[in-house]
């Protein structure tokens, strides 16, 4: 008769012995794991998208306030040009000479007679006699006309430079310009529309302000 209690240390032995595992199955990402790459993925995502909000952010501060400085140099322009010219009875041709004295350092480059007036952006500003203005502050002599130019601007500083002339009673007439010289014959004063149409983004815009003397 079998003895059945002397197999069992080795059916015992047999059950103590390691599980082989199957290797050719890939070992599962815990779950806690999975989750920890889930929030790493969507902290970067977030990241990136606050990072791009404030650069963008910055940029439209920045041009608001470089706007803001070239405001205040064509005012200073305008207020310097009517204070010499109020007892002369015409305005000369070329007006940006007697600028150079009245601007902030930081708008003046170069020295002596090859000084510039510039914005934050670095285009140039010019003045000049008559109401046909000129990219190079070329002007004709006139009784009652002069005008500023912005060179280079970009598409909003450009739209909000030249809004802020319009309905003046001292300004005659407001232009825009993609790129190029203003023409022999520049087109029709600007209204909201056209501005937004003349300044067309290509951070080369420019405008022109007409003023009656």
């Given at each position: 008769?079998?003895?059945?209690?002397?197999?069992?240390?080795?059916?015992?032995?047999?059950?103590?012995?390691?599980?082989?595992?199957?290797?050719?199955?890939?070992?599962?990402?815990?779950?806690?794991?999975?989750?920890?790459?889930?929030?790493?993925?969507?902290?970067?995502?977030?990241?990136?998208?606050?990072?791009?909000?404030?650069?963008?952010m910055?940029?439209?501060?920045?041009?608001?306030?470089?706007?803001?400085?070239?405001?205040?140099?064509?005012?200073?322009?305008?207020?310097?040009?009517?204070?010499?010219?109020?007892?002369?009875?015409?305005?000369?041709?070329?007006?940006?000479?007697?600028?150079?004295?009245?601007?902030?350092?930081?708008?003046?480059?170069?020295?002596?007679?090859?000084?510039?007036?510039?914005?934050?952006?670095?285009?140039?500003?010019?003045?000049?006699?008559?109401?046909?203005?000129?990219?190079?502050?070329?002007?004709?002599?006139s009784?009652?006309?002069?005008?500023?130019?912005?060179?280079?601007?970009?598409?909003?500083?450009?739209?909000?430079?030249a809004?802020?002339?319009?309905?003046?009673?001292?300004?005659?007439?407001?232009?825009?310009?993609?790129?190029?010289?203003?023409?022999?014959?520049?087109?029709?004063?600007?209204?909201?529309?056209?501005?937004q149409?003349?300044c067309?983004?290509?951070?080369?815009?420019?405008?022109?302000i007409?003023?009656?003397?």
């Amino acid at each position: 008769m079998t003895d059945v209690s002397a197999s069992r240390p080795f059916e015992a032995t047999l059950s103590r012995q390691p599980q082989v595992q199957d290797r050719t199955r890939p070992r599962p990402i815990p779950r806690r794991t999975r989750r920890g790459l889930v929030n790493v993925v969507l902290t970067m995502a977030i990241t990136a998208v606050v990072i791009v909000a404030i650069l963008a952010m910055y940029g439209g501060l920045a041009t608001s306030m470089r706007t803001q400085v070239v405001q205040t140099h064509l005012a200073t322009a305008e207020a310097r040009i009517r204070e010499i010219y109020t007892n002369q009875p015409q305005y000369e041709a070329n007006l940006t000479l007697v600028l150079w004295s009245a601007m902030p350092s930081n708008a003046i480059q170069g020295t002596g007679g090859s000084r510039k007036i510039v914005t934050p952006w670095g285009g140039e500003i010019f003045a000049g006699g008559g109401a046909t203005p000129k990219n190079n502050g070329t002007g004709a002599v006139s009784p009652n006309r002069f005008y500023i130019t912005v060179l280079n601007l970009p598409e909003r500083a450009c739209e909000t430079l030249a809004q802020s002339y319009l309905g003046r009673s001292d300004v005659v007439a407001v232009y825009v310009k993609g790129s190029g010289d203003f023409g022999a014959k520049p087109t029709a004063s600007a209204s909201p529309g056209t501005i937004q149409t003349g300044c067309d983004g290509g951070d080369d815009d420019r405008i022109a302000i007409v003023f009656r003397g």
